[in-house]
């Protein structure tokens, strides 16, 4: 695939991309565009290379879920002294456009899904905001197809136990 190529792939997946980029970043957009345009510049620059093993979208979410690894590794290591990294600030997750209800709703199905594995919510974020199958989450979270049907259905599980709690203690 030639340059010209790949931008042309980058740019119809940017939106979609920068959800799941967003979303491997814990909802920070700052910290989800660095981790973008650090995908796209391994990208760009030959050092993450498609092979057609999959779907363009299953390879890219793979190299930014490695891009935001790695800028989570090193914020990490930058908080104990190793590297002077700055860590930024996440940013407020707002949506004007819909009413107190459905805000409250969301609300709380955030702070459900939060309370899961990290895995789970990957798959979950994959699948349901994505619009991936099982079979491409896998590819993109670098684990095996059965790996990522265990991960899926324990999420919606425990989900659906967290739900129904929650509902209980209202």
């Known amino acids: 695939m030639d340059t010209s190529e790949l931008r ?17 970043c814990r909802g920070d957009a700052d910290s989800a565009a660095d981790v973008l345009q650090s995908a796209y510049e391994k990208i760009l620059s030959g050092r993450a290379v498609f092979r057609e093993k ?31 990294y700055q860590s930024q600030k996440p940013t407020a997750l ?3 456009g819909t009413d107190l209800e459905a805000a409250e709703s969301n609300a709380r199905i955030r702070r459900l899904v939060a309370d899961l594995s990290r895995r789970q919510q990957e798959i979950l974020h994959l699948v349901f905001y ?20 265990t991960h899926y259905h324990r999420a919606k599980k425990n ?11 209202e």
Do not use: Y
């Open 159 to 169: 989900l659906r136990k967290k739900l129904e709690a929650d509902t209980e203690n």
């Open 8 to 24: 042309a792939q980058l740019s119809e997946l940017h939106p979609l991309s920068f959800g799941w980029a967003r979303n491997c």
């Open 54 to 84: 999959s779907t363009f979208k299953t390879w890219l979410f793979g190299v930014i879920l490695n891009s935001a690894r790695e800028d989570r590794r090193r914020k990490i290591l930058g908080r104990i002294g190793i590297f002077r």
């Open 130 to 149: 994505q619009d991936l199958t099982i079979e491409e989450a896998a590819g993109v979270m670098g684990v095996t197809i059965g790996s990522a049907r």
């Open 94 to 96: 707002s949506d004007p």
